[in-house]
């Protein structure tokens, strides 16, 4: 597995862009990039996955470098809701599991 | 679409006692994984299995842990013997193939704690 360094932890103020960077500098070609979140005592969930190109879906952005070394999770308006844990995580294989690291625990405040 | 279901929410058992964990996958997914989530630490990975079958059981420890994925039913993990240290949140997730480009999607977990 290409390990993922993050932040532990960020604040960001309800309503502003919540910019979540993740370090994955020994990602290999065929790696795809994933971004999961975990609210307390809930399950993962879901938020986006790319290759290389960036990506958009109704929950999120994600900003993927060219060297593919880096890349940021972007929550346009961050609400309260958005308060959790969130996981970058790099996957290859078919079949294999996800390796969950600390993460970066996410205060959104009022 | 229903979600990944697990049941049941929460768990009390006793020490030596049986916990049988279940998890009905999302409609079409025939990929199941499960994870244990300690109190305070990331998830970690247990089992993946697919239809009838064990694919990689590298994270389960190999006494009093099993599990099973039917061709009918839920996804079943089992837990014999149970010790204080199961004490848990136990999250089952399913994808609908294993390729790496397919997330995988989680339940609410079980939570099992042993008196």
């Known amino acids: 597995d290409a390990k993922t360094t993050q932040p532990p932890s960020m604040d960001c103020a309800e309503g502003r862009a919540a910019n979540l960077p993740c370090n994955h500098s020994?990602?290999?070609?065929?790696?795809?990039v994933y971004w999961y979140r975990q609210i307390h005592s809930q399950g993962p969930q879901y938020i986006i996955h790319g290759l290389k190109n960036n990506e958009t879906n109704e929950m999120a952005s994600l900003i993927i470098t060219e060297d593919r070394k880096s890349s940021t999770l972007i929550l346009p308006h961050a609400t309260l809701r958005d308060t959790a844990v969130y996981y970058c995580?790099?996957?290859?294989?078919?079949?294999?599991?996800?390796?969950f690291g600390p993460g970066t625990r996410l205060s959104v405040l009022p | 679409n229903a979600g990944v279901m697990q049941n049941p929410r929460h768990l009390v058992r006793r020490r030596g006692q049986e916990a049988r964990l279940r998890c009905s996958p999302m409609?079409?997914?025939?990929?199941v994984y499960w994870y244990r989530q300690l109190p305070e630490e990331g998830l970690k990975f247990m089992v993946y299995l697919q239809k009838e079958n064990i694919i990689d059981e590298s994270g389960m420890p190999k006494e009093r842990f099993s599990a099973e994925f039917p061709k009918e039913g839920p996804s079943i993990l089992r837990i014999q013997q149970v010790v204080r240290g199961d004490s848990a949140a136990y999250f089952c997730?399913?994808?609908?193939?294993?390729?790496?480009?397919?997330?995988?999607?989680f339940g609410d977990g079980t939570r099992l704690s042993i008196l």
């Open positions: 997730a399913s994808s609908l193939s294993g390729n790496s480009n397919q997330p995988q999607h």
């Open positions: 995580i790099v996957r290859v294989d078919y079949g294999q599991n996800f390796v």
């Open positions: 020994t990602i290999s070609g065929n790696e795809y």
């Open positions: 409609k079409g997914h025939s990929h």
